[in-house]
């Protein structure tokens, strides 16, 4: 089973305009974290946002926030006001274990291709 | 502080011949990783090292080998190249967070 499943392969918003990547994810631990990156035409992975599976809050950083839903086995990307730049690929990712786990291995899904129209 | 480096940025390599990616980091992060993305997919896990010495595979390991002499080093070798090794390879290191290289698009003809 896919740990990690991004059902949108595409997504197309309007500048300044807000917009949600899908993510959920499989895992029997307790004990997890889940990341969002950005990949640029450029080719590079740009860490956006952290989860942990014990934070009681909702993770926000600037315009991203994270949507989590334990229940729901879900971590969904909010971008709020979306800009031109935001256009890029956008990977979920999990580790499974808590920060201090030997299993720092993560596990990505297949990507969101986001396009920022004017 | 250069974070997590990666050398070659690109390659084009024919089928049999033998390379190997460089990677050095200097956070003296213990863990890192070997990573390879195909095109429209996400990143899949071909060895990973939790500290000098110390080597395992990951999803995708056939086809690469890996050493670990020092914390800073984790170099990639590709013996026989083929052309289902055409790919993305990032290194990746850690401690809390993940750092990634930039990199290295690899052609196999």
């Known amino acids: 089973a896919q740990k990690i499943t991004q059902t949108q392969p595409g997504m197309f918003v309007q500048e300044k305009e807000a917009v949600t990547l899908d993510c959920t994810y499989d895992?029997?631990?307790?004990?997890?974290?889940l990341f969002w990156y950005k990949q640029p035409s450029s080719g590079e992975m740009i860490f956006l946002i952290y989860?942990?599976?014990?934070?009681?809050q909702n993770a926000t950083e600037g315009r991203y926030s994270l949507n989590f839903q334990k229940a729901r086995k879900s971590a969904n990307l909010v971008i709020s006001a979306s800009q031109l730049g935001d256009s890029a690929m956008y990977f979920c990712?999990?580790?499974?274990?808590?920060?201090?786990?030997?299993?720092?291995?993560?596990?990505f899904g297949r990507g969101t291709q986001l396009t920022v129209w004017p | 502080n250069a974070g997590v480096t990666q050398t070659p940025k690109f390659r084009i390599l024919k089928i049999g011949q033998s390379m190997t990616l460089q990677c050095t980091q200097d956070?003296?992060?213990?863990?890192m990783y070997w990573y390879r993305q195909d095109p429209g997919m996400g990143l899949k896990l071909i060895y990973y090292s939790v500290g000098a010495g110390i080597t395992d595979k990951g999803e995708v390991p056939n086809g690469y080998n890996v050493s670990r002499s020092t914390t800073e080093d984790f170099p990639l070798r590709l013996e026989l190249a083929a052309p289902s090794q055409t790919s993305v390879y990032f290194c990746?290191?850690?401690?809390?967070?993940?750092?990634f290289g930039s990199g290295t698009r690899l052609t196999v003809v």
């Open positions: 989860q942990g599976s014990y934070d009681e």
């Open positions: 956070m003296n992060h213990n863990y």
């Open positions: 990746a290191s850690s401690r809390q967070g993940y750092t």
């Open positions: 990712a999990m580790r499974e274990g808590g920060r201090g786990s030997t299993l720092g291995r993560l596990y």
């Open positions: 895992t029997s631990d307790q004990s997890y974290g």
